[in-house]
């Protein structure tokens, strides 16, 4: 069975920052990443992905991360924060991937709540 | 072009109840999987349906059901409500095959259970 954890539930980074935010999952097999963002009210929007190649993944809003199979985790990374990063952030791994884009059913960690000081 | 739509946003129901969610998939997607987001939780997957079959099913009781339709739309049915299905309930829809297209997810349903 899969399982994703991110160790902080809450992370305060004041504006301009940078930031981390840590995922560790478990998978048996070669495992495909996502980090996903949840404004208040809101369905999640991919950040980014990963399937396979080069290990350190560009994504939408100035987000990357980097997979690193032996400590077996995703961080999510941006040089500097906007106010308008404050969300929740969740990390997914799946088991499958389709051509057209989709996945089977995904795991989620509980999600880290990013607050964003003036 | 429309996202993934879901309808209705709020619900309230009480325990022992049936209730029905439903689902429009971003236009040009052919599948649909549904999750449920408990408050301070992660999503949790519960199935998805492609060709109008459910293909895969997370750890969710019988009282989970859904149905796809011809033209990709989805309904999630729960019976015998209880407390705790109360939860934002999420949609996705994706592509199997062709243009890689990425999932997208509705802004759910948020069923409160009394």
């Known amino acids: 069975a899969q399982s994703v954890t991110q160790p902080d539930i809450h992370i305060t980074v004041s504006e301009g920052a940078s930031l981390e935010l840590r995922c560790n999952y478990s998978y048996g097999a070669t495992p495909y990443l996502f980090w996903y963002v949840q404004s208040p009210g809101q369905g999640l929007q991919l950040l980014l992905k990963y399937f396979s190649g080069d290990t350190l993944v560009q994504g939408i809003k100035g987000f990357e991360a980097e997979f690193k199979r032996s400590q077996s985790s995703f961080n999510l990374r941006k040089p500097s924060v906007h106010w308008s990063d404050a969300a929740e952030y969740f990390c997914?791994?799946?088991?499958?991937?389709?051509?057209?884009?989709?996945?089977?059913?995904?795991?989620f960690g509980k999600g880290t709540h990013l607050i964003i000081q003036p | 072009d429309a996202g993934v739509t879901q309808s209705p946003t709020h619900l309230i129901k009480t325990r022992g109840q049936q209730v029905t969610l439903r689902c429009s998939p971003k236009?040009?997607?052919?599948?649909v999987s549904w999750y449920q987001q408990a408050l301070g939780q992660g999503p949790q997957f519960i199935f998805q349906?492609?060709?109008?079959?459910?293909?895969q099913r997370g750890n969710f009781p019988d009282r989970f059901s859904g149905h796809q339709f011809p033209n990709y739309s989805s309904e999630l049915n729960v019976n015998a409500l209880l407390l705790g299905d109360s939860a934002l309930y999420l949609c996705?829809?994706?592509?199997?095959?062709?243009?890689?297209?990425?999932?997208?997810f509705g802004n759910g349903t948020r069923l409160t259970v009394t």
């Open positions: 236009s040009g997607h052919d599948t």
């Open positions: 997914a791994v799946g088991a499958r991937v389709y051509s057209g884009g989709g996945a089977d059913g995904l795991t």
């Open positions: 996705a829809s994706s592509l199997r095959t062709g243009n890689n297209s990425p999932l997208h």
């Open positions: 349906y492609y060709e109008e079959e459910e293909r």
